[in-house]
T-cell receptor, first 115, second 112 residues
Framework: DVKVTQSSRYLVKRTGEKVFLECVQD?????MFWYRQDPGLGLRLIYF???????EKGDIPEGYSVSREKKERFSLILESASTNQTSMYLC??????????????FGQGTRLTVV | EDQVTQSPEALRLQEGESSSLNCSYT??????LFWYRQDPGKGPEFLFT?????EEKEKERLKATLTKKESFLHITAPKPEDSATYLC?????????????WGAGTKLIIKP
């Protein structure tokens, strides 16, 4: 089975802290994604990566950055956490099949609270 | 503007009471429609992909169908373990190879 593992299930951080969310996948997927999920809004794409060291902004990249130094690992960084970044963060990965959007596999999510 | 709307927001059914969830979309050139199931506190789990109008897919008590404007997720004789939030997502065009447009989900509650 494909496994996408996020480093934390729950995090509580203080305003202004730098926060790292880690995601590891074990299926050699090319593409990895970070979403945030808020009630009534659906999933919103923060950043995605289609290869090592390659990244693209999603719909809501402000206040976030990402790092992909190895194919299996994709990190989301909150440069200076703010209370409006309190949310559920979801990492996903999928194979790249020539532009066709294959199904994505998600991690269990990290519920981040910024106080 | 590309958009995906799911209805209803929440649906309560008795065990065994069949019903349907709706995902309507307005996008420029559908390339794929995805259904996911999400249990509380967990990440979404993939269910189906549909690529063209008229296509249908089934898995246990679930059946997904697709038209040019919407998709339905039919649930037949549901059980309490089918309770979850069901998410729909659409891939719209060649310009967004990596991006999906997500609906807000339908929360399904099956009472024993």
């Amino acid at each position: 089975d494909v496994k996408v593992t996020q480093s934390s299930r729950y995090l509580v951080k203080r305003t202004g802290e730098k926060v790292f969310l880690e995601c590891v996948q074990d299926m050699d997927h090319e593409n990895m994604f970070w979403y945030r999920q808020d009630p009534g809004l659906g999933l919103r794409l923060i950043y995605f990566s289609y290869d090592v060291k390659m990244k693209e902004k999603g719909d809501i990249p402000e206040g976030y950055s990402v790092s992909r130094e190895k194919k299996e690992r994709f990190s989301l960084i909150l440069e200076s956490a703010s209370t409006n970044q309190t949310s559920m963060y979801l990492c996903a990965s999928r194979w790249d099949r020539g532009g066709m959007n294959t199904e994505a596999f998600f991690g269990q999510g990290t519920r981040l609270t910024v106080v | 503007e590309d958009q995906v709307t799911q209805s209803p927001e929440a649906l309560r059914l008795q065990e065994g009471e069949s019903s349907s969830l709706n995902c309507s979309y307005t996008v420029s050139g559908l390339r794929g429609l995805f259904w996911y199931r999400q249990d509380p506190g967990k990440g979404p789990e993939f269910l189906f992909t549909l690529y063209s109008a008229g296509e249908e897919k089934e898995k246990e008590r679930l059946k997904a169908t697709l038209t040019k404007k919407e998709s339905f997720l039919h649930i037949t004789a549901p059980k309490p373990e089918d309770s979850a939030t069901y998410l729909c997502a659409v891939q719209a065009s060649m310009d967004s190879n990596y991006q999906l447009i997500w609906g807000a989900g339908t929360k399904l509650i099956i009472k024993p």
